[in-house]
């Protein structure tokens, strides 16, 4: 082969891996024993990266985060509470000392809810659930897997099969082609790529979800490098060749090993190309994401936001089965109180966002089921850091991590439940207590295998008996 030829096929090799999502093939080796499916389509949102519960479900703001550590002389500023998330829980916001609004007003306003109704009249919400996992890789594997994953490791492919292994195993191809799986992540880091599937000898990249990172492939880099999908000449364009090859190494460093042989049929290369160059000509050369409410300004957006605009781009073109988002703006807690609140804020504006997309879609709408959860929550004292603003930081290591909520809205739901602790007693007015004991964010994975009417078809696999469907909870 001419060295020409040579790199001509193997730069674009590399470049489609990067560029284009996982297009696994697909197959099944075992009928269904199967269920009726309870709706078409089902989102989750992994909700934004570590969220203490004091915070949001709570509501207890500075009172509950600051108030009892805070020096004597400016602790009469942090007497309040108040709801951030209005798109996802009823309750009115706090009435003063807002650091978390608008940039447009120095952030002391809050972003106007898009919803006129929260999830959570639209829904389940279940106030108090337990994850077993205190970190963020980790908490998301559990999710997942359906299972504690307490021995997962970071760099590391999920060590049992993930729900969009046993969905395109167990439903088939017919019902779950490779296109119709899908996971979102806001970032290339933290392991995030690995999560598409497992390592598992029976599941695996053949069973897998595409992948994508839309903010680094359709951010400044990937526009200055993936655009136009261009050849370079190996004699006289060296350089930008290794300037790409660089940025690909760089932007899989965390994968450990060469991306495997997905196998992509040409019909599907062909959309996600044309889905591509469509995103890259309607942006402009900009790099700014698409399908952003109109009532957002520009400056008020952050990455939470653009993974969940670009989210909205592929549900609208591929119309996923199930689609996975990850958000995780909130990590900032360690060290930055301040921006941890003002991406909370954005998180639930953009869960709002996408659930107002979803419903205005004529094949979603009605058809889709919504699933939000945070991965694993924060600690109830802080660190010894403190933001510009003099509030401290929170990191994610004792009991309280474990403390996370969860919700479910759309079709087959009902709405307007709320439960909570599982001592009755324990329970507000109009709240119950989950009649088969406190939720976990292991239950996740098989409330999406019953949602789809692959329920005992997953349980079948071994799943950990501890593991039940939230429906199940209830």
Not at 241 to 251: A, G, P, T
Request: glycine share 10%; proline share 7%.
């Amino acid at each position: 082969m001419k060295r020409r030829d040579f790199i001509k096929k193997t730069g674009l090799a590399a470049a489609g891996a990067f560029v284009a999502p996982y297009i696994l093939p697909t197959g099944r080796l075992f009928a269904s024993t199967g269920g009726t499916p309870m709706a078409n389509h089902v989102v989750l949102v992994m909700f934004a990266g570590g969220v203490r519960h004091q915070e949001s479900i709570q509501q207890g703001y500075l009172r509950q985060s600051q108030w009892a550590y805070a020096d004597a002389l400016i602790k009469p500023e942090l007497n309040f509470e108040g709801n951030l998330m209005r798109n996802m829980l009823e309750g009115p916001e706090p009435i003063d000392k807002i650091l978390y609004g608008t940039v447009a007003s120095s952030y002391n306003t809050p972003i106007p809810p898009i919803l006129s109704t929260p999830l959570q009249n639209q829904g389940v919400l279940f106030k108090e659930v337990h994850s077993s996992n205190a970190g963020h890789y980790g908490g998301l594997n559990v999710m997942l897997q359906g299972g504690n994953a307490l021995a997962q490791g970071l760099k590391n492919r999920p060590l049992n099969p993930t729900m969009f292994e046993y969905l395109r195993r167990h439903g088939g191809p017919t019902d779950f082609p490779a296109s119709k799986v899908w996971m979102v992540g806001n970032t290339i880091g933290n392991s995030v790529p690995l999560l598409n599937h497992s390592q598992h000898p029976d599941y695996g990249p053949h069973y897998g979800a595409n992948f994508f990172a839309p903010e680094t492939t359709f951010g400044p880099k990937g526009d200055l490098y993936l655009k136009n999908a261009k050849l370079y000449h190996p004699q006289d364009q060296l350089d930008p060749m290794y300037e790409m090859k660089y940025f690909l190494d760089n932007s899989f460093e965390n994968i450990g090993s060469a991306l495997p042989n997905i196998g992509n049929t040409e019909e599907e290369k062909q959309q996600i190309k044309l889905f591509m160059k469509n995103i890259f000509a309607r942006q402009g050369g900009t790099g700014a994401p698409l399908s952003y409410p109109s009532t957002l300004s520009s400056s008020d957006r952050n990455g939470d936001i653009n993974t969940i605009s670009y989210a909205c781009e592929i549900l609208k073109e591929f119309k996923p089965k199930l689609l996975v988002v990850n958000l995780s703006g909130v990590d900032s807690a360690h060290g930055n109180f301040t921006s941890y609140l003002r991406s909370l804020h954005r998180a639930d504006y953009a869960v709002g966002h996408l659930w107002n997309f979803i419903q205005s879609d004529p094949v979603l709408g009605g058809e889709t089921i919504l699933i939000a959860a945070p991965e694993c929550g924060r600690n109830s004292t802080p660190n010894a850091i403190k933001d510009p603003s003099k509030l401290f930081g929170y990191d994610h290591s004792d009991n309280n991590t474990s403390k996370v909520f969860a919700m479910m809205a759309g079709k087959n739901i009902t709405p307007d439940v709320v439960y909570n602790h599982t001592d009755p007693l324990q329970n507000a007015v109009g709240e119950i207590a989950p009649p088969n004991g406190m939720p976990e964010t292991a239950d996740i994975a098989l409330t999406i295998a019953q949602i789809f009417g692959l329920k005992t078809d997953v349980l079948n696999t071994g799943l950990t008996t501890y593991t039940q469907s939230l429906f199940d909870r209830m």
